[in-house]
């Protein structure tokens, strides 16, 4: 027994989200949806912001790269998801976990800085529009992008580092539909005290500070939208930010749930984890698209092939 638990793990059995037949085929029907339209929707609006120059604004640039996030994010969790769900033996080598681990936590992370820079964007906009378009340059949003995306590496390579860097012997049995570092931590064969303090303090980074900086720049917002003369006006500015804060809710919701919070079931944990690694990808474009005039607008130009005046 002791010789056994001995042995280095080198692969990993994801146990996925049900063992019954019947449930896999439903989920993997369900998956492949939802799949689909966010490669599609993502994609799509992408294509929207790239040939549409009246798309050609910060808050337009940010949404295409936060696509771009979702799309590879996605990716990289539900197509292998989709063959396990049909596989009977489900699963991923530890090479293969760690890349996962590492690609979805600098999507994710990334994601969360991309968040926070766009309610920044909307601040400014709405608060203070004669200096948003000296503010707001193409360098400097170019800058910003860069920045969300080296945070989401930083974050990733760290909490990364301190999960994989612990010895895993014995059980390699994942209660998961695909690699993440809470699920990970359980099978350690020492002692995870470190590993948990420096994850918890990269949510503290990536997750709680971005949400600070969103809940004051929205609460400037609500102050300056509320005391906007024209009713049209107020109408416009709470259309524009409603939706990203919804966005902002379903995601960093789930994501602080699983993250920041007192260890909750197993059954519980992949719950929520389907909800921000799967269903939020697809929501982002849908919301954006659905309650965007601008979006809808460049929609139907290009379905018509009429050609966006520059702006």
Not at 116 to 144: E, N, Q
Not at 279 to 293: D, E, F, H, Q
């Amino acid at each position: 027994m002791n010789q056994t638990k001995q042995i280095w793990v080198t692969e990993f059995l994801l146990l996925g989200l049900s063992d019954d037949a019947q449930t896999q085929l439903l989920l993997f029907v369900l998956f492949m949806g939802v799949y689909l339209v966010t490669v599609l929707g993502n994609l799509l609006l992408i294509s929207l912001v790239l040939i549409d120059t009246q798309l050609h604004t910060p808050m337009y640039f940010f949404l295409c790269n936060l696509s771009l996030a979702d799309l590879f994010f996605s990716t990289n969790i539900v197509p292998q998801a989709l063959v396990h769900m049909l596989s009977k033996r489900k699963v991923i080598s530890f090479m293969g976990c760690t890349a996962q681990l590492l690609l979805f936590l600098i999507f994710g992370c990334t994601q969360c800085a991309l968040l926070s820079v766009m309610s920044y964007d909307r601040y400014l906009a709405i608060c203070d529009p004669m200096h948003y378009p000296l503010i707001m340059t193409r360098k400097v949003c170019s800058h910003l992008a860069l920045a969300c995306w080296a945070s989401g590496i930083l974050v990733s390579l760290v909490d990364t580092t301190f999960t994989l860097q612990l010895p895993y012997q014995g059980d390699n049995k994942i209660a998961h539909f695909f690699c993440e570092a809470p699920a990970l931590l359980v099978l350690a064969s020492a002692d995870i005290h470190k590993a948990e303090t420096a994850i918890f303090l990269m949510g503290v980074v990536i997750l709680l500070a971005p949400v600070s900086l969103i809940l004051i720049s929205y609460g400037s917002i609500i102050v300056t939208v509320v005391r906007m003369k024209t009713t049209s006006g107020r109408l416009k500015a709470f259309s524009t930010c409603g939706t990203h804060l919804l966005v902002v809710i379903l995601f960093y919701g789930s994501a602080i749930i699983t993250y920041m919070t007192p260890k909750s079931s197993k059954e519980q944990g992949k719950l929520v984890s389907v909800f921000y690694a799967v269903i939020n990808p697809m929501l982002n474009p849908v919301i954006y698209s659905l309650r965007n005039k601008d979006v809808k607008r460049a929609l139907r130009n290009a379905a018509n092939g009429v050609k966006p005046f520059s702006s």
